[in-house]
């Protein structure tokens, strides 16, 4: 197993963040993964990223006990989709149900074998964290209350994914929020931007691009006291998508998940690190930090601050899951930012971090 680790911050011992990249030895080791079928690309250059899509739609359905007769909610509900279609030629539909039971989405996520998979968490105090109005039809209303805490937000499958090879433009922002709407606050996209997309990208980072954002096909929100079940079917015939292939899609990764899972906030399984490297060195790294902190003294440059980072890669004798890592992560580091990212035939993207932004859709900007 190899993880390779960057971490950046004032001190080589002592870093303010981190985030890793697992590549497995092989193919048969690559996770209990698998690939969910192929999905829109909304950067895919046939739409016009200036013109919003036809509809856009949230409908929350009556609030459950259980995961399982979420799912069962959900199945319904789509059945009713196949058989009263839109008639528009684009467009995007949440479904939703709460579920009284508060469940860990990270927990939900490491049962499921899908990819992409992706996992953000909450890092701000209660108070601070956002605010989602829950309502349903008829007795919908979530635990009687109108509003919930979103604590964190996990997702496999994609109903639109955003990938270019390019630096992330305004043109690209524009795709993803044409997607996005005041009418559906929970349908989001989750992903990453490259801090310098001009430079080469290396094997492991191949699928990523240079940014990489998905609407999950199937959301699990974890709130302050309770859960929620959401499901995504997004479509644009320009984009050569239509209704009928986002809907075959949608029921594929749904007739896929998985009902019974176990808390995964247990002990990591004990690894040896076989071997590992800096690069660059601490010497290295030092010098980087005066010369930098030398250029800000003088005064007489637009430089106010540098975020210098290093990469360990470490070789260890046995598998390391990255979910069961991520939520150990979030025990230890209760005023961070936790992420998981994978996109199909990829590595997995872990990170725990103090520094995100957000603009209707939750990003990073990291080093890949």
Same mark, same amino acid.
């Given at each position: 197993?190899?993880?390779? *680790?960057? *971490?950046?911050?004032? %001190?080589?011992?002592?870093?303010?963040?981190?985030?890793?990249?697992?590549?497995?030895?092989?193919?048969?080791?690559?996770?209990?993964?698998?690939?969910?079928?192929?999905? @829109?690309?909304?950067?895919?250059?046939?739409?016009?990223?200036?013109? =919003?899509?036809? @509809? #856009?739609?949230?409908?929350?359905?009556?609030?459950?006990?259980? +995961?399982? +007769?979420?799912?069962?909610?959900?199945?319904?509900?789509?059945?009713?989709?196949?058989?009263?279609?839109?008639?528009?030629?684009?467009?995007?539909?949440?479904?939703?149900?709460?579920? @009284?039971?508060?469940?860990?989405?990270?927990?939900?996520?490491?049962?499921?074998?899908?990819?992409?998979?992706? &996992?953000?968490?909450?890092?701000?105090?209660?108070?601070?964290?956002?605010?989602?109005?829950?309502?349903?039809?008829?007795?919908?209303? &979530?635990?009687?209350?109108?509003?919930?805490?979103?604590?964190?937000?996990?997702?496999?499958?994609?109903?639109?994914?955003?990938?270019?090879?390019? =630096?992330?433009?305004?043109?690209?922002?524009?795709?993803?929020?044409?997607?996005?709407?005041?009418?559906?606050?929970?349908?989001? +996209?989750?992903?990453?931007? %490259?801090?310098?997309?001009?430079?080469?990208?290396?094997?492991?980072?191949?699928?990523?691009? #240079?940014?990489?954002?998905?609407?999950?096909?199937?959301?699990?929100?974890?709130?302050?006291?309770? #859960? @929620?079940?959401?499901?995504?079917?997004?479509?644009?015939?320009?984009?050569?998508?239509?209704?009928?292939?986002?809907?075959?899609?949608?029921?594929?990764?749904?007739?896929?998940?998985?009902?019974?899972?176990?808390?995964?906030?247990?002990?990591?399984?004990?690894?040896?690190?076989?071997?590992?490297?800096?690069? =660059?060195?601490?010497?290295?790294?030092?010098?980087?930090?005066?010369?930098?902190?030398?250029?800000?003294?003088?005064?007489?440059?637009?430089?106010?601050?540098?975020?210098?980072?290093?990469?360990?890669?470490?070789? *260890?004798?046995?598998?390391?899951? !990255?979910?069961?890592?991520?939520?150990?992560?979030?025990?230890?580091?209760?005023?961070?930012?936790?992420?998981?990212?994978?996109?199909?035939?990829? !590595?997995?993207?872990?990170?725990? *971090?103090?520094? &995100?932004?957000?603009?209707?859709?939750?990003?990073?900007?990291?080093?890949?």
């Amino acid at each position: 197993m190899e993880a390779t *680790t960057r *971490t950046t911050g004032g %001190r080589f011992h002592s870093p303010g963040k981190f985030s890793l990249r697992f590549r497995p030895p092989n193919a048969s080791s690559r996770q209990r993964c698998i690939p969910c079928s192929l999905s @829109m690309n909304g950067s895919g250059g046939g739409g016009s990223s200036d013109r =919003p899509i036809s @509809m #856009s739609e949230t409908r929350t359905l009556p609030a459950v006990a259980a +995961a399982d +007769a979420a799912v069962s909610q959900l199945k319904l509900a789509i059945s009713a989709l196949e058989t009263d279609p839109p008639s528009s030629s684009s467009g995007i539909i949440r479904l939703e149900v709460p579920i @009284m039971e508060k469940i860990s989405a990270i927990d939900w996520l490491g049962a499921q074998q899908h990819l992409p998979r992706c &996992y953000f968490s909450g890092r701000a105090p209660k108070s601070e964290r956002d605010i989602i109005a829950v309502a349903g039809n008829g007795n919908g209303f &979530y635990h009687g209350k109108g509003e919930q805490c979103l604590v964190g937000v996990a997702g496999v499958g994609s109903a639109v994914y955003f990938r270019g090879f390019g =630096p992330f433009a305004k043109e690209d922002w524009k795709s993803i929020k044409r997607f996005l709407s005041k009418d559906c606050p929970l349908v989001r +996209a989750y992903g990453a931007i %490259r801090f310098d997309a001009t430079r080469d990208i290396s094997i492991e980072w191949k699928e990523f691009g #240079s940014f990489y954002f998905i609407v999950p096909q199937v959301e699990f929100d974890e709130f302050e006291d309770g #859960s @929620m079940l959401a499901t995504t079917i997004a479509w644009d015939d320009s984009l050569l998508w239509p209704w009928e292939q986002a809907m075959d899609g949608l029921q594929a990764t749904m007739n896929q998940l998985f009902l019974g899972f176990n808390k995964l906030a247990k002990p990591l399984s004990t690894a040896a690190i076989l071997s590992f490297s800096h690069v =660059p060195s601490e010497a290295a790294w030092n010098v980087s930090v005066k010369k930098a902190l030398q250029i800000i003294d003088r005064g007489n440059t637009d430089l106010i601050k540098v975020v210098l980072a290093r990469c360990t890669r470490c070789v *260890t004798n046995s598998a390391i899951d !990255p979910l069961a890592l991520l939520a150990s992560l979030q025990v230890e580091g209760k005023n961070a930012y936790q992420f998981y990212i994978q996109p199909p035939n990829s !590595p997995a993207f872990i990170g725990n *971090t103090s520094s &995100y932004f957000t603009e209707r859709f939750a990003a990073y900007q990291v080093k890949l």
